[in-house]
């Protein structure tokens, strides 16, 4: 049973909250680590959901621990642009049933931001891509800021004068972030994660929608 409270933003989460791109970017990664020419292990769908929610510099650091700093962040660099190509071509539907209707119909009466670990760029993209950058006031990023999770929370409140908002993520380290930025978490368990403790939890994307008066 939720407990409705009058929070003054909704912060979403990328993967494993909006959308589930690990099987294009799996893809898209072992193509950049075949042209590298580095002794580099290949992923999968199910090794990205594991890392996915981690800065960019620990993934990197996680699935290629032999490698050199020096040569992990040149693979990244290629990984992600590769990534970029893929899902710039994907005509696949990868968004969770009801993302896309459920942000805008609350956009209308809520503020909704975006907060990722993800590199620049990729929250533009998918933005563009689900069609949702005109309802989307404002996000962050470690690829922006080379900060973390909890730290970019903060900036955004900062910069857009929130004072009580809910973030919406699927792994623990959104809810450690949460806890260290000092704002509700809750789960979404349809995600890639588990996650111990949290405000609340939903089972699809529609019910972030039962948090908010709006819907009394």
């Not at 791109?21 to 950049?32: D, E, L, R, S, Y």
């Not at 981690?54 to 962040?73: C, F, G, H, Q, Y």
């Not at 693979?75 to 005509?91: D, F, G, P």
């Not at 959104?174 to 939903?202: L, T």
Request: proline fraction near 1%; charge should be negative.
């Amino acid at each position: 049973m939720f407990e409705k409270r009058k929070f003054d933003a909704l912060i979403l989460d990328i993967d494993g909250t909006i959308w589930n791109t690990t099987g294009i970017v799996a893809v898209a990664w072992n193509k950049a680590i075949e042209i590298s020419g580095f002794d580099a292990s290949k992923v999968n769908a199910q090794i990205l959901q594991n890392e996915f929610g981690k800065t960019m510099d620990v993934i990197a650091k996680d699935l290629w621990p032999s490698l050199e700093k020096s040569k992990r962040d040149i693979l990244l660099s290629h990984c992600c642009s590769e990534e970029q190509i893929a899902l710039k071509e994907n005509n696949l539907e990868i968004c969770y049933a009801g993302v896309v209707d459920t942000v805008k119909e609350i956009s209308v009466h809520e503020n909704v931001y975006v907060v990722s670990n993800c590199q620049n760029g990729y929250i533009e993209l998918m933005l563009d891509k689900t069609g949702l950058k005109c309802y989307i006031k404002d996000f962050e990023c470690f690829g922006r800021t080379g900060k973390g999770k909890a730290e970019n929370i903060q900036l955004l409140m900062t910069r857009n004068q929130i004072h009580y908002p809910v973030y919406v993520g699927d792994t623990q380290g959104d809810a450690d972030a949460c806890a260290q930025a000092g704002v509700k978490f809750v789960w979404a368990s349809y995600g890639f994660g588990k996650v111990s403790q949290y405000y609340d939890k939903i089972s699809n994307f529609e019910e972030i929608k039962k948090l908010f008066d709006s819907y009394d």
